[in-house]
């Protein structure tokens, strides 16, 4: 699925981790302000990029990101690769996080 942010990355030769782009460069070259509301709006736009991406739509076009490159599309296999294990690694620390929350809360009474 190629869409305005995948187009930007093509365009923009942001390929490879090494080439990558922060949100507020990414917004300058869409003729936004790099404002937080505009920032928090291409992220989320982002987001569902990635959910709506299709395996017919190339892992090419799968908009990968670090927090030292910015954004960017895979150069290698490998890059999604590692991009993967690192959303793994998030997604868990987020649930123990959740979990133990909800533990808590449920000890103290404010959840059944």
């Not at 990355?9 to 003729?31: C, P, S, Y």
Request: glycine share 6%; aromatic share 6%.
């Amino acid at each position: 699925m190629t869409n305005r942010i995948t187009e930007l990355l093509h365009a923009n030769g942001n390929i490879g981790a090494a080439n990558g782009i922060k949100v507020k460069e990414m917004l300058k070259l869409l003729g936004q302000a790099p404002t937080n509301k505009n920032s928090r709006n291409l992220t989320a736009e982002i987001q569902s990029c990635r959910r709506q991406w299709r395996e017919v739509d190339g892992l090419e076009n799968y908009i990968l990101s670090d927090t030292s490159h910015g954004y960017y599309l895979p150069l290698t296999a490998d890059e999604a690769v590692s991009f993967l294990s690192t959303q793994d690694k998030r997604a868990i620390q987020t649930f123990s996080t959740v979990k133990a929350l909800r533990q808590h809360l449920k000890n103290i009474g404010l959840l059944s």
